[in-house]
C-alpha cells in the first residue's frame, strides 16, 4: 500500500471511531437530534436481543428516549472496539463495520442500580458528509441489578 492509502484507513478509522463514540456520547446524554444525527436516512436499529425493540433510528430513538428516561445516571463504555473497512484491491471502500463490547452502568430514579454488558455490531457507510451510521444492533449478554445505599 502507499503512504496515501495507509493516511486514508487512518482517517477513516479516526472518523468511524468518533461516530461509534458519538453514538455513546448521545444517548448518554439524552440528545436524541445528535442520535438521529449519526444515522442514514434509511438507518435502522435492532435492540430486540437487549429486550427492545427494531426498527427506523428515528422510532427507536424516540423509544430508547421513552424507556432512559428514568434513568437519571447512564454511562455506555464502548470498547474492544475491532474495525473492519471494505477493502476494494487494497484501498479503504466505503463500507464499514464496527464489533464492540460494551459495559453500562445506569441508576434508576428509584435508586435502583442496574449494571449491564453485551456487544454492538455497527454497520456504517461513507456519505457526501463522512461515515454515518446504517445499522446498529445490541446484544445483551448480562444483567444485574442492586440497590443502591447512600
Known amino acids: 500500500m502507499t503512504q496515501r492509502v495507509d493516511l ?8 468511524i471511531d468518533e461516530v461509534v463514540t458519538g453514538y455513546a456520547v448521545a444517548v448518554d ?7 438521529r444525527a449519526l444515522f442514514t436516512p434509511d438507518g435502522r436499529a435492532d435492540y430486540t436481543a437487549a429486550g427492545g425493540i427494531e426498527g427506523p433510528a428515528a422510532e427507536v430513538g424516540d423509544w430508547l428516549a421513552g424507556i432512559l428516561r428514568p434513568y437519571r445516571v447512564r454511562q455506555h463504555l464502548i470498547v474492544n472496539r475491532r474495525l473492519r473497512i471494505e477493502d476494494l484491491g487494497g484501498y479503504p471502500g466505503d463500507r464499514a463495520e464496527v464489533r464492540a463490547e460494551y459495559l453500562s452502568p445506569l441508576r434508576h430514579e428509584s435508586g435502583e442500580d442496574l449494571m449491564c454488558g453485551g456487544g454492538f455490531t455497527f454497520g456504517l457507510v461513507r456519505g457526501d458528509g463522512g461515515w454515518l451510521l446504517r445499522t446498529v444492533a445490541a446484544r445483551e449478554k448480562w444483567r444485574h441489578a442492586a440497590r443502591h445505599h447512600g
Do not use: S
Open 8 to 15: 486514508a484507513t487512518v482517517m477513516d478509522r479516526l472518523a
Open 29 to 35: 446524554d439524552a440528545d436524541w437530534p445528535a442520535y
